[in-house]
């Protein structure tokens, strides 16, 4: 079982920034793949970064690339989505995933096993 509990999100304005926590509980973090999902009211669930529990390659939407960072914190069992120039359109509940698989593509839904309960991100124009 694993326990994840997103943080972070609020109102901001065109341009500006959020940062994004996840704190995992349950498993030994660094066993874990982790990613960032959202979803904006009316759409499906997109996938927008991910990392392995290697640390090492990192996996971004076109959408947000150059845009947001992910990272990880082993010590403090935290995954966090830096997001910068923030637009309107990254309005979105914002979801941590975690995954005990051995994939190559983390950018698909299917690799995670244990979901948060989501952070509101709303970007003002």
């Known amino acids: 079982q694993v326990q994840l509990v997103e943080s972070g999100g609020g109102l901001v304005q065109s341009g500006g920034s959020l940062r994004l926590s996840c704190a995992a509980s349950?498993?030994?973090?660094?066993?874990?793949?982790m990613g960032w999902f959202r979803q904006a009211p009316g759409k499906e669930r997109e996938f927008v970064s991910a990392?392995?529990?290697?640390?090492?390659?990192?996996y971004y939407a076109d959408s947000v690339k150059g845009r947001f960072t992910i990272s990880r914190d082993n010590a403090k069992n935290t995954v966090y989505l830096q997001m910068d120039s923030l637009k309107p359109e990254d309005t979105a509940v914002y979801y941590c995933?975690?995954?005990?698989?051995?994939?190559?593509?983390?950018?698909?839904?299917?690799?995670?096993?244990?979901w948060g309960q989501g952070t509101q991100v709303t970007v003002s124009s």
């Open positions: 349950g498993r030994a973090f660094s066993t874990l793949n």
């Open positions: 990392i392995p529990r290697s640390g090492g390659r990192t």
């Open positions: 995933a975690a995954g005990l698989g051995y994939y190559n593509d983390l950018r698909v839904a299917r690799r995670y096993d244990y």
